[in-house]
């Protein structure tokens, strides 16, 4: 398979700090005090700033902060035709031994919103081309390929809704049914978003490293769940998804464990469980994984990298507004280069060329980012990620 090049070695993962103004905009929008259109109206004002913000701290890839979105995974499956929303989300509809769920239940916390399947899945063109051209909007076309676009995974929901619930019986009979159709749903999206000039898109499924998780496959079990088919299914469903893209799109996967509402996250446990089937099955061109501490184990799961794929390692965190060590994190990288070079039978250098750094999720997945964090020191951590990568890939982006 062709080696993929990294857009860059500094990257970041998505979602940005929000302003006070798209969170108010975003409440009154929701209480009906405010049109939709003047909602957007304040994104599009936003985007435009946290571009030119980025423009001018260098940061790389250009991204929306997506303040066009309520949370991270919304835009995408409630405006597919055959799925409904249902927000807030009721306990008796979700699967309790999902670590999301059972985290969110445990901290007395209300899982926000949920898209159900209640008939065929189609997609009625596209769901985010709007979103997309607010992004593009803000800068000249030829920068369109520094900007990087997100989408939930097609697993989000068939894991945190309870058996059987994710989709009507009816209209799907089995898992196999339903991910057949969502996944022409993708890669219509997929296409219309490249077309209209996106070339570097990023799935973020938290989903996928929650079966790193010992607790919830003990309880996904208890549900009378295969867990290792279920895996399969949703590796499946990722390839299924991206099948057919054009040559020219990079297309990356990032996996955490979750960073909800003051960077909570769900679960814990190392990539190792999952490691040789994740990067061995799935056919994106680079991973995006979690490295910030413990929870995320050591880098040893790397070894199963293909030497045509990349990994963007997230040694800085954005649940903690404290700077990381640019020396530490440099000797990181070069233990996780050494790690991959040894499984793909290269050398240490060979390896660099397909390992980037990026903080280890967004700064604000659900709209609200980690205490103490505030624009500028997000700035200063994305500083900190593109001066360790200049120092580590001095003659590249």
């Given at each position: 398979?062709p080696?993929t090049k990294?857009p860059f070695h500094a990257?970041h993962?998505g979602?940005?700090?929000r302003?006070?103004?798209v969170?108010e905009?975003?409440d009154?929008?929701?209480?009906?005090?405010?049109s939709?259109?003047?909602l957007?109206?304040?994104?599009q004002?936003?985007?435009?700033?946290?571009?030119k913000?980025?423009?001018a701290h260098g940061?790389?890839?250009l991204?929306s902060?997506?303040?066009?979105r309520k949370?991270?995974f919304?835009?995408?499956?409630?405006?597919?035709?055959?799925f409904?929303e249902?927000s807030p989300?009721?306990?008796?509809?979700t699967?309790l031994?999902a670590?999301?769920?059972a985290?969110?239940?445990k901290a007395?916390k209300q899982?926000?919103?949920?898209?159900?399947c209640t008939?065929k899945?189609r997609?009625p063109?596209?769901?985010?081309?709007e979103?997309?051209k607010?992004l593009?909007?803000c800068?000249p076309?030829?920068q369109?390929?520094e900007c990087?676009?997100?989408m939930?995974?097609p697993?989000y929901f068939?894991?945190?809704?309870?058996p059987?619930?994710?989709?009507?019986k009816s209209?799907?009979?089995?898992?196999?049914?339903f991910f057949?159709?969502l996944?022409?749903?993708?890669?219509q999206?997929?296409?219309?978003?490249?077309d209209e000039?996106l070339?570097?898109l990023?799935?973020?499924?938290?989903t996928?490293?929650?079966?790193?998780?010992?607790?919830?496959l003990?309880g996904?079990?208890?549900d009378g769940?295969?867990?290792?088919?279920?895996?399969?299914l949703?590796?499946?469903?990722h390839?299924?998804c991206?099948?057919?893209r054009?040559?020219?799109?990079?297309?990356?996967?990032?996996?955490c464990r979750?960073?909800?509402s003051?960077?909570?996250h769900?679960s814990?446990g190392?990539?190792e469980?999952i490691a040789?089937r994740?990067f061995?099955?799935?056919n994106y061109?680079?991973?995006?994984?979690e490295?910030d501490?413990?929870?995320s184990?050591?880098?040893?799961p790397?070894r199963y990298l293909?030497?045509?794929?990349?990994?963007?390692?997230?040694?800085?965190?954005?649940?903690d507004?404290?700077l990381e060590?640019?020396?530490?994190m440099?000797?990181r990288?070069?233990?996780?280069?050494?790690i991959?070079?040894?499984?793909?039978?290269?050398?240490e250098?060979?390896?660099m060329?397909?390992?980037?750094?990026?903080?280890?999720?967004?700064f604000a997945?659900?709209?609200i980012?980690a205490?103490?964090?505030t624009?500028?020191?997000?700035f200063?951590?994305?500083?900190?990620?593109?001066?360790?990568?200049?120092?580590?890939?001095?003659?590249?982006?």
């Amino acid at each position: 398979m062709p080696v993929t090049k990294l857009p860059f070695h500094a990257d970041h993962i998505g979602s940005l700090i929000r302003p006070a103004s798209v969170s108010e905009a975003q409440d009154q929008a929701d209480a009906g005090q405010i049109s939709r259109d003047e909602l957007h109206k304040t994104q599009q004002s936003a985007i435009a700033d946290v571009v030119k913000k980025q423009q001018a701290h260098g940061v790389r890839a250009l991204c929306s902060g997506e303040f066009d979105r309520k949370y991270y995974f919304s835009g995408f499956f409630e405006k597919l035709e055959g799925f409904k929303e249902v927000s807030p989300v009721p306990w008796e509809l979700t699967r309790l031994s999902a670590a999301p769920i059972a985290a969110l239940k445990k901290a007395g916390k209300q899982y926000p919103m949920a898209a159900v399947c209640t008939g065929k899945i189609r997609n009625p063109g596209s769901t985010y081309l709007e979103n997309w051209k607010m992004l593009r909007s803000c800068v000249p076309k030829e920068q369109w390929g520094e900007c990087k676009f997100t989408m939930p995974p097609p697993c989000y929901f068939h894991l945190r809704l309870g058996p059987g619930k994710c989709f009507d019986k009816s209209v799907y009979a089995t898992d196999e049914a339903f991910f057949e159709d969502l996944a022409k749903a993708y890669q219509q999206e997929i296409r219309a978003l490249y077309d209209e000039g996106l070339r570097n898109l990023q799935i973020d499924d938290p989903t996928l490293a929650y079966f790193c998780s010992d607790d919830m496959l003990e309880g996904l079990k208890k549900d009378g769940e295969d867990t290792d088919r279920m895996f399969e299914l949703y590796l499946k469903a990722h390839n299924d998804c991206i099948a057919g893209r054009p040559e020219d799109m990079h297309v990356g996967l990032h996996v955490c464990r979750g960073n909800f509402s003051k960077s909570m996250h769900f679960s814990e446990g190392s990539y190792e469980a999952i490691a040789e089937r994740f990067f061995k099955t799935l056919n994106y061109d680079t991973f995006y994984m979690e490295y910030d501490n413990p929870r995320s184990g050591g880098f040893d799961p790397l070894r199963y990298l293909p030497q045509h794929k990349n990994v963007v390692l997230g040694v800085v965190t954005t649940k903690d507004p404290q700077l990381e060590d640019a020396e530490l994190m440099k000797t990181r990288v070069r233990e996780a280069a050494a790690i991959i070079a040894k499984g793909q039978g290269r050398t240490e250098k060979e390896a660099m060329e397909n390992i980037g750094i990026s903080p280890q999720c967004g700064f604000a997945s659900v709209a609200i980012g980690a205490e103490g964090m505030t624009e500028e020191k997000m700035f200063t951590k994305l500083k900190l990620v593109q001066d360790v990568a200049k120092e580590l890939w001095p003659d590249r982006p």
